[in-house]
Nanobody, 122 residues
Framework: VQLQASGGGLVPSGGSLRLSCAASGITLKDYSVGWFRRVPGKQSEGVGCISSKNDNTYYPDLVKGRFIISRVNSENTVYLQMNNLKPGDTAVYYC????????????????WGQGTLVTVSS
């Protein structure tokens, strides 16, 4: 099983990026997918998740209204659309998948992508 996260880059404050999480070895629509981010010296932070059962999504307050998670099953990919980015969103972003309900907690996930760096300039 492999998850490939991509799409990171340098973007000015207020800009947008779309991250991709492409899977091989599993059918991603059958898995819940979470997106997390990490900054050196800080704990991992969840930025949203999508359920396998009904594609329900959850976002924490810090990104609600700015980030959107969606699936394209034909591509076996989950996307994280990030809008109105702020310097505080600068981090390495990871996607993760689990065979079960979606979760806000990174410890619940079984498979992880390698991370993609998002840098938001002020």
């Amino acid at each position: 099983v492999q998850l490939q996260a991509s799409g990171g880059g340098l973007v000015p404050s207020g800009g947008s990026l779309r991250l991709s999480c492409a899977a091989s070895g599993i059918t991603l629509k059958d898995y819940s997918v979470g997106w997390f981010r990490r900054v050196p010296g800080k704990q991992s932070e969840g930025v949203g998740c999508i359920s396998s059962k009904n594609d329900n999504t959850y976002y924490p307050d810090l990104v609600k209204g700015r980030f959107i998670i969606s699936r394209v099953n034909s591509e076996n990919t989950v996307y994280l659309q990030m809008n109105n980015l702020k310097p505080g969103d600068t981090a390495v972003y990871y996607c993760a998948a689990r065979d079960g309900p979606s979760s806000r907690y990174d410890t619940r996930y079984d498979y992880w992508g390698q991370g993609t760096l998002v840098t938001v300039s002020s």
